[in-house]
């Protein structure tokens, strides 16, 4: 766990930010890059047009199936000390990439390449959640690593389409970046708490591998299984897929079960049943999963837009995604600005109903049209989600305890993966099933009525596996139908929003009345002027659905932050006795 440090200079505060944003910007450069240099990587080692989904899918795979690993070592051994790991792997690894001579050495260096982010997401959350008291800075750090993402995924685009025939130069970049990082973050990370050897060895000797493996098997088993579905030599009927899910479906329940016995037995446990008691923490992740589904889902689908129907080069691919890279870093910005005078509510109705727009502008969408009157409105609204992506990881972060705060990022983390493969699954069963229906009502394909006939086989990952020629209209069809699925996943995650977070009543009326307010992702706010308990028409005007109670004084917070220290701790781990009352160890924040 990161040891609270006395309060820093704006300076140390500014470093601390864009150090753990940085990361973020880390993997989705990554992914972003893949987007356009993946084609002449290809080209240069020899990679088949079959085996062209696999260096992406190996490092979303290996990324997904260790966040729940990391996140424990990181509660358990140190944020800070996880974090330098992860930023030193990702040094090694990039150079390894780099000097990739065959398609299976790239293949298997890029599922590698996946473990530093897994590392570091929740690492960089929880010092976060742990370092930065409720408070308006601390909407702004949250924003500012959901900023990095579209950053990176911009730069990751344009570097990506210059360098895409010198496609190594791409991750001597990515290393001299993460060991510039590596480096802030030695200086301006709060340090962990010192352990002894003899500590460290007792807490390794103590901690939940078990469940880290059945939870990892799982996790691989699902992911594999979604990812590689559609791209599979027989699709969703190849063998080992539908072996796959229920063999993923026994490693999780298996979890399940032994996270609840370990937490019975009131030992260390990865991820503790009890933590889906925290208030808002079960619904946020619901609200998350619906959303980031179709968010990931509709990316992938206008890419097959461009390159498969419109037939656009992989660079004016790239350049046509710009705009949509562009509103993700304006909402997120605004988010920061948002969040605290907004509800969580309204701030999720806001970004799940732009998605949706999205879904269908790009349904009833004229491929024939320009792109400033089709596409482009698509670019601008499918970012929707990233209004609220820094309140949700507030409100997940806020709904556990100090020592759990790499793990609550790692659940936010996990949600987007497995939200993100799901998604695609689910939109590549049906743009299949629908292209081929419609292939099977027009018997000659490529006829007068279709434009093209392409190859199922291209430069790029399709969602459409089929042996033979599929026409563009017949494709078409078949992403129209996977845009109205995505738009029932917005459904989905409007339903749960509003069933799980209504009734909240006005958050400044919560905070004119000096109580904290438990749920709503905004942590505990007190007006200092307030010497007596709010009436009972001030509690009633604040709405039913909501735990209220009278904000303590620090030096009882700080009693109680240290007796869950004590309750959660491994044996011989030393607590991480929480502020003062005078609030010396805390980062301060405006509040």
Known sequence: MAQLTPTPSHLRTVLVISSISGVTLLGSFVSGALTVALPSIAADLGIADDSLQWPSSMYALVNGAFLLLAGGLADTLGRKTLFLTGTALFVVLSLAVSFAKSSLSFTILMALLGLPPAVLAPAGTGILGAVFPPSRTKAIAFASLGA???????????????FAHKWRALYWLLAALSACLGVQAIFSLPPDIHLSRKQIFGQLKEFDWTGA?????????????????????????????????PTSATFIVSFLWWEEKRERDQKHTLLPLSIWKAKG????????????????????????MYQQVQLLSPIRTA?????????????????????????????????????????????????????????????????????????ANLLIQNSVGQDQQALAGSL???ATKFATAFGLAICSAISTATSRKYTAQHSVIGSANDESTISASSSTRTILSTSSGISS?????GLRAAGWACLVFNVLSITVAVAGLRGG?????????GVEVIGDGLGPFSDPSLSSAPSQQQLEALGNNFELRRLPTRSSDAEGDNAAARSRRLPGQPIAEAPNATGSNIIEGDS
């Open 148 to 162: 990095g993402q579209p950053i990176g995924f911009i730069v990751g685009l344009v570097l990506g389409g210059i």
């Open 213 to 245: 493996s059945l939870s990892g098997a799982g996790a691989t088993c699902l992911i594999f299984a979604l990812s590689d579905a559609e791209s599979a030599p027989d699709g969703w009927s190849t063998p080992y897929i539908p072996a796959l899910l």
């Open 281 to 304: 923490l079960g619904t946020m992740i619901g609200v998350v999963f619906f959303a980031w589904a179709p968010f990931n889902a509709l990316s992938y689908l206008c890419t097959l």
């Open 319 to 391: 350049i046509y995604f710009l705009p949509m890279c562009g509103a993700g870093l304006f909402l997120n910005v605004l988010a920061g600005s948002l969040t605290g005078k907004v509800s969580t509510l309204k701030l999720i109705l806001i970004g799940v109903l732009l998605n949706a727009a999205a879904c269908s502008a790009f349904i009833f969408l004229n491929p024939n049209a320009g792109y400033a009157l089709g596409m482009l409105w698509v670019m601008l609204l499918t970012v929707g989600p990233d209004i609220f992506f820094s309140a």
């Open 412 to 414: 936010f983390n996990v």
């Open 473 to 477: 209209r017949a494709l078409l069809e």
């Open 505 to 513: 009543g006005d958050t400044a009326a919560k905070r004119r009345a």
